[in-house]
């Protein structure tokens, strides 16, 4: 059984940053796909990042493109989320989620993934 467990969400300034982290067990994550998602009050889950374990490559929402960054610790098995920037409209509820290998080329249909977290809050405000 695959768990993810995110951690690293809070209260933020507006212009602030946070990390969150992904930690994943059991195993690793080879030729998975890990994003994260994010859903507002009242709206539905959105698509935020996405990063291809084995190859490092990784894709963006527009509205964070140039602001978050997807990364991985290959050896701790975690997946990170450097937030920069932090509008009031990036305040949500953040989820990791891991699609399993060769389910699909693309990374922005919620239903492709397997697995998510539990969730962690983002609060941003003045």
């Known amino acids: 059984q695959v768990q993810l467990v995110e951690s690293g969400g809070g209260w933020v300034q507006i212009g602030g940053s946070l990390r969150l982290s992904c930690a994943a067990s059991?195993?690793?994550?080879?030729?998975?796909?890990m994003a994260w998602w994010r859903q507002a009050p009242g709206k539905e889950r959105e698509f935020v990042a996405a990063l291809r374990w084995s190859s490092g490559t990784t894709d963006y929402a527009g509205s964070v493109q140039g602001r978050f960054t997807i990364s991985k610790d290959i050896g701790k098995n975690i997946l990170y989320l450097q937030m920069n920037y932090l509008k009031p409209e990036d305040t949500a509820v953040y989820y990791c989620?891991?699609?399993?290998?060769?389910?699909?080329?693309?990374?922005?249909?919620?239903?492709?993934?397997?697995?998510w977290g539990q969730g962690t809050q983002v609060t941003v405000s003045s």
């Open positions: 989620a891991a699609m399993e290998p060769f389910r699909s080329d693309y990374v922005t249909a919620g239903y492709d993934y397997s697995y």
């Open positions: 059991p195993r690793t994550f080879s030729d998975y796909t």
